[in-house]
């Protein structure tokens, strides 16, 4: 067996690759010509791929990684490995704040490919961190077409975020979903229909029936707020001044994040 370390960034690939910031360490073991892949520390499997130079990597939690290859990769692995993705989460905000320029083109995460619904959420911690609205609300309206026990809000776990602001943020955004998502079912519209087409008998019928409200779930509500306030600045707008601010956003304020109102509700 054949041993190879190498460093690649931690939280986002590309962007931190770039700042230069929290590397983490990967152990490379080569085994022959296999194409088994696992991976230690991580909450989400990494693709599993035939091409012994296709692997890359779709989780931000990533520590050590046993690949199996043929020999004659290994002077090559190391480079294709640091080109790594960008479909890893957004970062935390910290690093997502302190050059938004620079980090919205970086970090911006795109690929829907094998989506999970807590893929879709820090899609949507991401836009609102960046103040893209029209990312946030495509996401929302994207979350709530999507059919299945998996994309119920009360069946999401808690991720294994060891960023507490942003692990906040997805607490706060497992409420703005419930919210988003009730207001239509409270008009009649069940998500199991919502990619329907309905005549208005359809949807009075709808209407008639008893209606199945999203709850968030349990870890969300119990989740403290940050002991600091999280301040998100909308541009020139800046943020607001406390949570009590008539114009803060409700959701937010709930896990103490300091942003304007968000526009969260659609048709």
């Not at 931190?16 to 499997?45: H, N, W, Y």
Request: hydrophobic share 40%; with cysteine.
């Amino acid at each position: 067996m054949l041993q190879y370390d190498v460093m690649i960034a931690g939280d986002n690939d590309l962007m931190l690759m770039r700042l230069g910031i929290e590397p983490v360490q990967l152990s490379l073991k080569f085994l022959g010509r296999a194409t088994l892949c696992e991976v230690s520390s991580v909450d989400e499997d990494v693709s599993r791929r035939q091409e012994y130079l296709a692997i890359y990597f779709v989780n931000l939690y990533l520590q050590s990684l046993i690949f199996t290859c043929e020999d004659s990769a290994m002077g090559v692995l190391a480079s294709k490995i640091n080109k790594a993705s960008s479909t890893s989460i957004a970062p935390p905000p910290s690093i997502l704040l302190s050059n938004p320029r620079e980090t919205y083109f970086v970090g911006r995460p795109s690929n829907k490919r094998d989506d999970t619904p807590l893929r879709t959420i820090y899609r949507i911690y991401w836009a609102i961190v960046m103040n893209d609205t029209i990312f946030m609300r495509n996401e929302l309206e994207y979350f709530w077409f999507q059919k299945g026990d998996v994309w119920r809000l009360v069946n999401i776990g808690q991720p294994n975020d060891p960023n507490p602001e942003r692990l906040a943020m997805v607490a706060a955004i497992m409420h703005i979903l419930a919210a988003a998502f009730n207001r239509l079912i409270d008009l009649g519209l069940p998500r199991q229909a919502a990619t329907s087409i309905l005549t208005n008998e359809e949807l009075d019928d709808l209407q008639k029936k008893p209606k199945s409200p999203e709850q968030v779930p349990q870890w969300a509500v119990d989740l403290p707020p940050l002991e600091t306030p999280l301040v998100l600045p909308t541009g020139d707008e800046g943020a607001p001044g406390s949570i009590d601010d008539e114009d803060a956003d409700p959701f937010m304020a709930l896990k103490n994040i300091l942003v304007w109102r968000l526009h969260i509700y659609f048709t």
